[in-house]
DNA sequence: CGTGGCATAGTCGATTTCGACTGTTAGATT
DNA sequence: AATCTAACAGTCGAAATCGACTATGCCACG
């Protein structure tokens, strides 16, 4: 029994990937990533393997055997377990339940928003809302596309969260930088 | 040059405590977990040490001197230096602007939330939903209780973004669980 | 048809992070 | 007065994470 209990988010993802298809950890990793440029931790290569590994070791993901493509190295395959599909549930129950606090390196930051001044903290919180409102309108079509191909909505349910978690952060630093520039929110001296 | 450059979110932490009073590492932890109930990753003693020991290698913080109460062990107490300022503005700046894209467990979790089934969806959206609720509540009155004691409002500003996101999400969370009800979120076959 | 560049795959040593363990003091309880 | 407990303060070895390095196949281009 690991001290440090599997904890990483990654570890759901994984799981989450091999319910719908086994796959081989640099495929997992890809597809990761394309879905995921919106979601997910960036995670390093080596990290995957390291958990995959783990994921055996605990008996909830098993190799399905090795294959091979033309003279490529071999790639193992796995596949989930049936232990590995109710952990995944259990986790997944959980993680909705009672999500453990989690910050964004935006919260923390603002936290210390004091230290760049009335004028650095507009300049900076406009940048910010600027990049934020394009990714959203770019988040914003590519979610109608994938609907429009036939794409059900519960496999993007996840981006229509964090579009509309994404709109409540622009607001909040619309007014902010608002009662900035109109003195209604000041600095202690 | 350590090679992965002092990344960690305790960083921004440390050297935004320690802009305001010079502090011994232990304290700092104290006073993050006073404040921080809701913000920043809760963090391990031993962390904490490492962080502060790495921040001195870099020259953004160097020891005071040491302090004793009674009997109890030295206590080495920082002071942020005047690189580590700059370093902090810096920070502060290019993670408001831009602040690496994280995601949270809960949307990480959302994005498997077939695997519950709808009945199992109900069921764990709404504990997320009350749990997230009572906690909004609290964090409310707490907020108004502070600022009415005189604290200016920029030093809880990022409480006041917080609570907003909370909102954000209840709100969604709200309209999920009725789609699911009323049928019009439904699961693929 | 050689070669440069990119996608594919994975390994491994070094760094980072953690949390269990140690030890002290002040105050409460018996 | 002896004992228990909680807050204080830090250390250190083990586990987790990373990213640089390796290596091959495929395709385009001169």
Redesign the interface.
């Known amino acids: 029994m690991p001290r440090r209990a599997l904890d990483n988010?990654l570890v759901?993802?994984v799981l989450?990937l091999l319910?719908e298809n086994p796959a081989h950890p640099y495929q997992m990793l890809s597809e990761l990533r394309k879905r995921g440029e919106?979601?997910?931790?960036?995670i390093s290569r080596g990290t995957l393997y390291d958990i995959v590994e783990a994921l055996v070791a605990a008996g909830w993901v098993a190799p399905q055997g090795k294959q091979r493509t033309g003279n490529r190295p071999e790639r193992t395959v796995y596949a989930l377990t049936d232990t590995g599909r109710e952990e995944?549930?259990r986790?997944?129950?959980s993680?909705?339940?009672?999500?453990?606090?989690?910050?964004?390196?935006?919260?923390?930051?603002?936290?210390?928003?004091?230290?760049?001044g009335p004028t650095?903290?507009v300049a900076?919180?406009t940048?910010?809302a600027q990049?934020l409102s394009d990714r959203v309108e770019a988040d914003e079509s590519h979610l109608a596309e994938v609907l429009e191909s036939g794409v059900?909505?519960?496999?993007v349910?996840?981006a229509?969260?964090?579009l509309?978690?994404a709109?409540?952060?622009l607001?909040?630093i619309g007014t902010?930088v608002d009662e900035i520039r109109v003195g209604s929110?000041?600095?202690?001296t």
Chains 1, 2 share one sequence.
């Open positions: 988010p759901l993802a989450g319910l919106n979601r997910a931790t960036v995944l549930v986790r997944l129950d993680q909705i339940r009672n999500p453990r606090r989690e910050f964004t390196q935006f919260v923390g930051a603002v936290a210390y928003l004091g230290a760049l650095g903290a900076a919180l940048e910010r990049r059900p909505r519960l496999h349910i996840e229509e969260y964090a509309r978690l709109r409540a952060e607001e909040w902010v929110l000041t600095w202690p």
